[in-house]
């Protein structure tokens, strides 16, 4: 429905070209729900430590309970969780062998976990991976993990997770070759019967589920696989790993694009990566995973993502097209039913969306600080963030649905339901020549890519059943272009990337509905906008 006018040549003025996109926002198409939790982050467990020593990380995480009413989620997972050593006597909380940027093991005792539920806004859920690597002695480095963990973190200990990335344990030289999904329900059963019929656990007010699963390899992409196995959600819940009463979802992990060898750092992109029918792509190969998941009573969730694994790439990931990327990536998840997207964060990692400390990368000194993918978490936060704390649900526009354009809209639950938001997203790359450097990112990935011209922006004219004459208040997620690493904002507010503290106050900006239900939104290529009734 998209009608591209060349307004320039027409009004014979310096207008950039711009695109009108006529949207029809059905009533009766398919919905899923949308989770206040569903935008949270996944920490290496060897990373917990240094971003626990600023307050950075605490203050950013606040702001987002504020504007939800819900705190982030916040996994503690990741490769080290099978590399984490729980030895009770050791003489402080963790220990990273051989240090801290380089770990092979992990040492940690119970007051490693202390302080966690201080730190991050009251409230918050906790998700804690568990070693299943070592199996000795039935497991008695997971049990006295389980049993501490549990004891420090109470009720905010919502799941445990047995394993990260469980079908890369052959390769590892982990398991051996009959490791498959038969053998890992056969072991995923034989533990957590162990804690559940545990004293810890059994005498536990707060009893935590077990979110199951947490595969790595995508199933559609042959050259991310790590060996050959079976491990999927259709066949693991085949195999048997099915129980509602205490899965309390299926994980799977998800990186569009990789570091982690020279062939795929080949393909790296910024391009690629603000890319609406890439993102569908990527994201599309888990439709049959979730029905797998639904069908056994549990939601599929992305337990560990982001734009480009093995610690990120700097100018692609810590760029406000990843920032873009991250928002239409969380909706389009959630509108196929994928319920939560947690966003991986290392300390010294060019993909963390902020990061607690000064470290050395690539010769340069890297400050502490925020990225401008944090902003997508802010922006989102507006859109999570219901009336009243009442159920949300989602759909994707087929109307907006093209390699730079994207939409969705937001509907209430209950008695009163019925359209509440809207978002749109363009993706467009508009590559700009200010706001290209942030001093917690490498100097050397500023960009030097310009797009010619002026930035072009586009109107949409929205097909609303909101009544003629209501107020629609407007938020922008806003950067200088997608090549950008900071000046983003939401509407204008910023937080400074110091102390983590609000700067700027929000430029308020509204249209009113028009006859039909017409609603008309301007938004810049490489911009996102949340429409939303007052
Ligand atoms: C929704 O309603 C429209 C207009 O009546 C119709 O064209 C469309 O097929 C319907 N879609 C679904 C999924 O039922
Ligand atoms: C950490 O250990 C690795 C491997 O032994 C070594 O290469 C690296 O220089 C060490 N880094 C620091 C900061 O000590
Ligand atoms: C865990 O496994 C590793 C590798 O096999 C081994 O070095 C370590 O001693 C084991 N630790 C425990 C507590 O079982
Ligand atoms: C569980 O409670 C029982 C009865 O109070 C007690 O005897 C036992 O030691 C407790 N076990 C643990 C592991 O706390
Ligand atoms: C699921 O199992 C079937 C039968 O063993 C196998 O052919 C298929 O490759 C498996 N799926 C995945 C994603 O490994
Ligand atoms: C995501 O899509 C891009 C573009 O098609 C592709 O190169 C990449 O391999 C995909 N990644 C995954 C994990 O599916
Ligand atoms: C968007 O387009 C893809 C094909 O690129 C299609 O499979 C998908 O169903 C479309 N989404 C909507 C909401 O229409
Ligand atoms: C935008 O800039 C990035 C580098 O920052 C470059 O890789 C990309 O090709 C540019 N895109 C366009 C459309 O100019």
Redesign the pocket.
């Known amino acids: 429905m998209a009608r591209l006018l060349a307004l320039a040549s027409l009004l014979g003025c310096s207008q950039a070209l711009f695109a009108v996109n006529t949207v029809d926002i059905p009533l009766n198409g398919s919905k899923a729900i949308l989770r206040p939790d569903a935008y949270g982050y996944s920490v290496e467990p060897s990373s917990m430590a240094p971003f626990l020593q600023t307050n950075l990380a605490s203050v950013l995480m606040g702001h987002i309970a504020n504007i939800i009413g819900t705190p982030a989620p916040i996994r503690v997972g990741g490769n080290i969780a099978d590399q984490t050593l729980f030895v009770p006597d050791l003489d402080t909380p963790s220990l990273a062998l ?5 770990v092979e093991v992990l040492q940690i005792q119970k007051d490693w976990f202390r302080g966690w539920t201080e730190y991050f806004p009251r409230g918050t859920d906790f998700i804690y991976t568990l070693n299943l690597r070592n199996t000795s002695q039935l497991w008695t480095n997971a049990m006295q993990e389980a049993a501490a963990a549990m004891d420090v973190l109470g009720d905010s200990l919502a799941l445990f997770e047995l394993g990260n990335e469980i079908d890369h344990y052959i390769n590892k030289g982990w398991r051996t070759a009959t490791w498959g999904t038969k053998e890992y329900t056969h072991q995923w059963k034989q533990l957590t019967h162990q804690i559940l019929t545990a004293g810890f656990y059994r005498n536990s007010t707060h009893k935590p589920r077990f979110q199951a699963a947490v595969f790595a390899d995508p199933p559609w992409v042959p050259d991310q696989h790590d060996e050959i196995d079976d491990f999927d959600i259709i066949n693991v819940t085949r195999a048997g790993l099915v129980d509602p009463q205490i899965i309390a979802a299926y994980s799977v992990h998800l990186y569009p694009q990789s570091t982690c060898d020279e062939v795929r750092r080949a393909r790296l992109s910024l391009n690629l990566l603000s890319d609406h029918e890439v993102i569908w792509r990527n994201l599309s190969q888990y439709v049959p995973q979730q029905a797998a998941a639904e069908a056994a009573h549990a939601p599929l969730v992305l337990g560990e993502t982001n734009s480009a694994s093995c610690s990120g790439q700097s100018g692609i990931s810590d760029t406000f097209g990843a920032a873009l990327w991250s928002t239409d990536y969380v909706l389009a998840a959630a509108s196929l039913g994928i319920e939560q997207v947690l966003f991986h964060l290392g300390h010294t990692s060019a993909y963390s969306a902020f990061t607690p400390a000064p470290y050395e990368s690539e010769g340069e000194e890297l400050e502490a600080g925020i990225r401008a993918n944090f902003y997508s978490h802010v922006f989102l936060a507006h859109v999570l963030g219901a009336r009243n704390n009442r159920p949300q649900q989602i759909s994707a526009l087929a109307a907006a649905n093209a390699s730079d354009f994207s939409g969705y809209a937001i509907y209430g639950e209950g008695p009163r339901s019925g359209l509440e938001k809207l978002v749109f997203v363009d993706l467009g790359v508009w590559n700009s020549s200010v706001g290209l450097h942030n001093p917690s990112t490498l100097s050397a990935t500023d960009s030097t890519s310009v797009s010619p011209g002026r930035r072009p922006h586009r109107k949409v004219q929205a097909r609303t059943t909101w009544q003629p004459g209501t107020e629609v208040k407007i938020l922008k997620l806003q950067g200088p272009g997608t090549n950008a690493k900071s000046g983003v904002s939401v509407s204008g507010v910023s937080f400074s990337p110091e102390t983590g503290e609000m700067v700027g106050r929000e430029e308020k900006e509204k249209v009113v509905v028009q006859h039909g239900g017409i609603v008309e939104l301007e938004l810049l290529q490489a911009e996102a906008i949340l429409a939303q009734r007052v």
């Open positions: 051989p240090n801290d940027t380089t």
